[in-house]
């Protein structure tokens, strides 16, 4: 079974760069045909799809996002990491990590998530 975990900051102060990276375990973020996505859920809203990367090493980005995010990964770690510059307190939320078979909030496993506060 596919586990995904979340790590990185929990607090983090408006302009400054937010990194998460997800850990996989059970399978290899270069297998088959998945997408490695990360989605987040700010306080009182719904899923936001962010971005993701294919087990081909292809990235896409939320259109409204693509000039602040980037998605790379690490093989050797089976990791896969989120950078999104310059953040305001409207990027507070919680973010998890998933895979899914296309690039949407549609998962088929997902990690727990980790709070991220954007904050002076």
């Known amino acids: 079974q596919v586990q995904l975990q979340e790590s990185g900051p929990g607090l983090v102060k408006p302009s400054q760069t937010l990194s998460l990276t997800c850990t996989v375990s059970?399978?290899?973020?270069?297998?088959?045909?998945?997408?490695w996505s990360w989605i987040r859920q700010p306080p009182g809203k719904g899923l936001e799809w962010m971005g993701a990367?294919?087990?081909?090493?292809?990235?896409s980005y939320r259109p409204s996002l693509k000039s602040r995010t980037s998605i790379y990964r690490d093989t050797s770690k089976n990791q896969f990491t989120l950078q999104l510059t310059s953040v305001t307190p409207e990027d507070t939320a919680v973010y998890y990590c998933?895979?899914?078979?296309?690039?949407?909030?549609?998962?088929?496993?997902r990690g727990q998530g980790t709070q991220v506060t954007v904050s002076s």
């Open positions: 990367i294919h087990s081909s090493g292809i990235t």
């Open positions: 998933g895979r899914g078979r296309v690039p949407t909030t549609t998962l088929d496993y």
């Open positions: 059970g399978g290899s973020i270069t297998s088959n045909s998945y997408y």
